[in-house]
């Protein structure tokens, strides 16, 4: 998602520069409960994500393919967005289909992220086969005027071993 996915003057696909999708120093994180459906992400400052690409691993995505993985799933708390915007993340990615609770219209992890110009992608998976740091991440739109949501196929780039 893009700033356009939710405000009509915001940033299309076609605006967005490809810096801000691909080759992001990226950072996983999880969830300080992970038995509660709003998503806190304590013990980190907003300097730690700060132009990064941060992905929350909840481990919902091991429920893709059932219909329990679209029944009230997690969604991104206040405390949350508070950290990534004051901590100017480039983009933010779940493994978990909404960044809002859907039971509230009003969309305010979309409004507040893509207001403060962060990108977002939803439904990633894989996440547990990345390192908590250290790794770039890409998730590349095609370049759609007026477009404000396109799947994307992302993947995360590890450091050479062997170097």
């Known amino acids: 998602d893009v700033p356009f996915h939710r405000f009509r003057d915001g940033e299309d696909l076609a605006a967005i520069s490809l810096e801000r999708m691909a080759g992001l120093p990226g950072m996983v994180v999880e969830p300080a409960d992970q038995d509660v459906r709003a998503v806190r992400l304590d ?49 933010v990615g779940v493994d978990f289909g909404n960044v809002d609770d859907t039971g509230d219209p009003s969309r305010p992890a979309h409004t507040r992220l ?22 770039t991440f890409f998730a590349v739109a095609l370049r759609i005027e007026e477009g404000a ?3 994307v196929r992302a993947f995360a780039v590890l450091p050479d071993a062997t170097g």
């Open 114 to 135: 893509l207001g403060a110009g962060a990108l977002i992608v939803e439904n990633l998976t894989g996440l547990a086969a990345l390192p908590p740091d250290g790794f």
């Open 149 to 151: 949501a396109f799947p």
């Open 43 to 91: 013990g980190l400052e907003p300097a730690d994500v700060r132009g990064r690409a941060v992905l929350v691993r909840t481990g919902r995505s091991e429920l893709w393919g059932t219909d329990a993985y679209w029944v009230e799933g997690p969604y991104l708390s206040g405390q949350a967005l508070d950290l990534l915007i004051e901590g100017g993340a480039v983009l």
